[in-house]
């Protein structure tokens, strides 16, 4: 693509056609010629980031703090049975949140409760700054995803998760589009990185728990909090310690000047999906 000046009228369009593949994560060239006859060339990014909510970008997991306020009885069953590897993370989320009683009204205003981590608001002005797509990925809920972000200034980051639809006045239920076959969890984080793979650029993961062990040995380089510590160090997957976004923050210059080497990465085949359990 070129401008020929930024005065032309569709100048606008086309940085915006840019920067919406850019966001998207779609590769892209975008050369301006300017008026002077200097040139510069915008081009796909080099990374792109995947990123857990529950315990990562909320402070808390919210499918448990609706359970704990509007869950009917049966719901503790469900998570007996999931931790003891009866069932799977999406029959499980789809049967508890069938046992929730509430209304839209009660659910916007849980969620206008919910806190995030400090530093994220931050750390996504810095991707957009830098042109770095990123997505969060979640075995959470849609809903709940957009509407906190929402409450915190936060808008338009594309989501990945369970969706939740109100199918009675207080009575809901739970579909989940990014589900694959032979993966129990609503959410196939491994997709999701496979997908962002085929896109070009690395891959960056920002995850807390069990839910992200298996994307994150698919990974070039994982910024990992609490449980996911562990794991990382236990599996030789190159990553950073974190305890907040704002050591996100401060690590993205190293990731993306290549201080933070990542791993090289293979093709592999498609994984056979065993949950672990939290």
Known sequence: MRIISQ???????????????????????????????????????????????????????????????????GWEVLERDWRAGLIGSAVCMAGQVA??????????????????????????????????????????????????????????????ANHLRQSAARRWELTSPFSVPGCRSGTCKCARVDAARQRGGKTLLIGDGASDFCAADRVDFVFAKNRLIEHCRAAGIPYAPIASFDEALALLPDLLDGRLPPRTVLPVPAPIHQETLA
């Open 7 to 73: 005065t032309v009228a569709q100048a606008p369009y086309e940085w915006l056609s840019a920067w919406e593949r850019a966001r998207k994560g779609y590769p892209f060239s975008l050369r301006i010629e300017m008026a002077n006859g200097a040139s510069l060339v915008l081009s796909s990014p080099s990374w792109n980031i995947l990123c857990d909510f529950d315990g990562t970008i909320a402070v808390e997991d919210v499918i448990d703090s609706l359970l704990d306020r509007f869950g009917r009885p």
């Open 99 to 160: 046992l929730l009683d509430m209304s839209h009204d009660e659910l916007q205003e849980h969620l206008g409760g919910l806190r995030i981590d400090h530093g994220f608001a931050a750390f996504v002005r810095a991707t957009i700054e830098h042109a770095i797509p990123m997505e969060i990925v979640s075995d959470g809920l849609d809903h709940a995803i957009h509407a906190i972000l929402a409450n915190h200034g936060i808008d338009g980051l594309p989501a990945s």
